[in-house]
């Protein structure tokens, strides 16, 4: 049975920092790439960054410069390192397991059970 389990939430003031991290465990050899999605009030969930089993990794551009996603394969561990958070970064954020393919990332029915991360002074 695959499970993600993310934690590092919290209440952050705006310009402070977070780190999320995100274990998994059981059979997911399938799905060897890595993801952080969050999901705002009122708005679609929507991809946040991704990290390929080598360890490349992509932006959105409203976190780009701010977010970084890293991994440690020997803990089956990836990261979300926050900083310069704002506001408009509050939501739930969740970890995804699915696959890397010509430059775009492919979630799979792999997730968490979601972290709150709220920025408000």
């Known amino acids: 049975q695959v499970q993600l389990v993310e934690s590092g939430g919290g209440l952050v003031q705006p310009g402070g920092s977070l780190r999320l991290s995100c274990a998994a465990s059981?059979?997911?050899?399938?799905?060897?790439?890595r993801a952080w999605y969050r999901q705002r009030p009122g708005n679609q969930r929507e991809l946040v960054a991704d990290?390929?089993?080598?360890?490349?990794?992509n932006y959105a551009d409203s976190v780009k410069g701010r977010f970084t996603i890293s991994r440690d394969n020997a803990k089956s561990t990836v990261y979300l390192q926050m900083n310069s958070l704002k506001p408009e970064d509050t939501a739930v954020y969740y970890c995804n397991a699915g696959l890397h393919i010509g430059g775009t990332y492919y979630s799979r029915n792999y997730w968490g059970q979601g972290t709150q991360v709220t920025v408000s002074s």
């Open positions: 059981g059979n997911i050899f399938s799905a060897n790439a």
């Open positions: 990290i390929t089993s080598s360890g490349n990794t």
